[in-house]
């Protein structure tokens, strides 16, 4: 089992009028290779829970287990440590450095890890070269597309081969083409062996997964496999743009 949570809840201003409940008693489980989709609405919760399974934010009650380890009494530097080493992070943002050039947008991370020049610039190419940007390694964000930042930041999350891939709305500011190319590329990503967990407000996108999870005002609202043709048929439509 690689996430467990249980009756999780995130609460803002507790006890007082205006208090929110992001989630509210949420449990699920997801395996280890699953390609799953967290899909909601505005306001559903699908980011706050992203950002718990992330371990970027913890939760106000409830437990979560990552590969049987519990989350909640993990201090603040081996979080850090889970987020570096295990979790590659696609945002709809791109989150790049716009003063590094995509070379060192991805290598960032690996110097954190760590290593030596030497296998960071092999990683850096590779994964530049693995999202078709091996000639683009010495341009700035401002020098690309947006699709082209978006596969700088995929290249960034998959250089260091982490276990897992979260995007959150990695499509959201991309043309339809450049939508489907990432799509593609995380289902490749998913079929090689990585577990993909992708937040999206689009039931189109959604159906690219292998399992359907929605969220309404904090809530689980379903969970459903998606079968094989219907994925095929969602990867083959256009993304909205």
């Known amino acids: ?17 205006s208090e929110v409940r992001a989630l509210d008693d949420v449990s699920l489980q997801i395996d280890n290779g699953e390609f799953t989709t967290i899909l909601g609405q505005s306001g559903s919760g699908k980011s706050t829970l992203m950002n718990i399974l992330g371990c970027l934010d913890i939760p106000t009650y409830g437990e ?30 791109f989150n790049l450095i716009t003063g590094l050039t995509a070379l060192e947008n991805v290598e960032l991370p690996l110097i ?17 070269a693995e999202v078709g940007l091996a000639d683009r390694v010495k341009h700035l964000p401002t020098e690309l597309s947006g699709g082209q930042q978006q596969r700088v930041a995929i290249a960034r ?40 967990i992708l937040i999206t407000h689009d039931l189109k996108l959604a159906r690219v997964g292998k399992r359907i999870i929605t969220l309404r005002d904090g809530k689980v609202l379903s969970d459903e496999a998606v079968s094989e043709e219907e994925r095929v048929a969602a990867l083959a439509e256009e993304v909205e743009e």
């Not at 987020?83 to 590659?88: A, D, K, S, T, Y």
């Not at 954190?112 to 530049?128: E, F, I, P, V």
């Not at 081969?161 to 709305?169: K, N, V």
């Open 1 to 17: 089992m690689l996430i467990d949570i249980r009756r999780v809840s995130k609460i803002y201003n507790e006890g007082l009028p």
């Open 64 to 93: 979560y287990y990552l590969n049987g380890e519990p989350v909640n009494e993990m201090p603040l530097s081996q979080l850090s440590m889970i987020r570096n080493h295990h979790i590659g992070f696609i945002f709809q943002g």
């Open 112 to 128: 954190y890890r760590g290593m030596s020049y030497a296998k960071r610039m092999d990683l850096c190419h590779q994964s530049l």
């Open 157 to 196: 999350a998959i250089a260091a081969s982490p276990p897992i891939i979260m995007a959150d709305e990695p499509t959201g500011n991309l043309d339809s083409k450049s939508g489907r190319e990432i799509m593609q590329k995380l289902v490749a990503l998913n079929r090689e062996g990585a577990s993909v």
